[in-house]
């Protein structure tokens, strides 16, 4: 299981276990749990397939949080190589929700992002920076993650910290 703590408005446990159909196919399970308030976040249920021939995965599951009750999604990513040593990619991805009647949520997600990562940064420590759009909103983000430590930030002055366990 990897567990983690996220930082935003508020600490949270986070917690996500892989459960393997076979190679390219696995159950995604993942919840959070705030200490502020000390209930769960949200919880979910996702079967997600990997196309490694095509640098591609979907998804696919059910998300229930005290907001939105319960609700579908589907979403995708592709990578695309930027070299021979695919160190350097860009990616475009997406999520869709839907609620417990199928009807479309109105918060869709897409995205496009050039992805960088450098291996052996420093002895045992691997970078990965991201620089991308989120089109739905109209915002840049950005990302640094470092061994177990990432930052998100956009430019609306949105962030969050997070440390893996």
């Known amino acids: 299981m990897e ?7 508020s600490l949270r446990i986070h917690a996500k276990e892989k459960l393997p159909f076979n190679s390219k196919t696995h ?3 993942h919840g959070e ?3 502020g308030t000390g209930s ?19 998804g696919v ?10 609700r579908s999604h ?6 695309f190589p930027m070299g021979a040593n695919k160190l350097v990619t860009f990616n475009v991805k997406g999520r869709c929700d ?19 990562n450098i291996m052996n940064f420093k002895e045992d420590q691997d970078v990965r920076i991201k620089v991308g759009y989120e089109v739905f909103n109209k915002v840049p983000y950005m990302q640094i993650r470092e061994n177990n430590w990432t930052l998100n930030a956009n430019m609306k002055g949105k962030w969050n910290l997070r440390f893996d366990l």
């Open 3 to 9: 567990t983690s703590l996220r930082y935003s408005k």
């Open 27 to 29: 159950l995604q399970l």
């Open 33 to 35: 749990l705030d200490t």
């Open 40 to 58: 769960p976040s949200y919880f979910s249920a996702m079967i997600r397939h990997l196309f490694p021939e095509a640098l591609t995965g979907l």
């Open 61 to 70: 599951g059910l998300h229930y949080d005290k907001r939105h009750k319960l």
């Open 74 to 79: 589907v979403r995708g990513k592709k990578e």
């Open 98 to 116: 839907f609620d417990q009647d199928f009807n479309q949520q109105k918060n869709p997600i897409g995205a496009a992002e050039f992805a960088w």
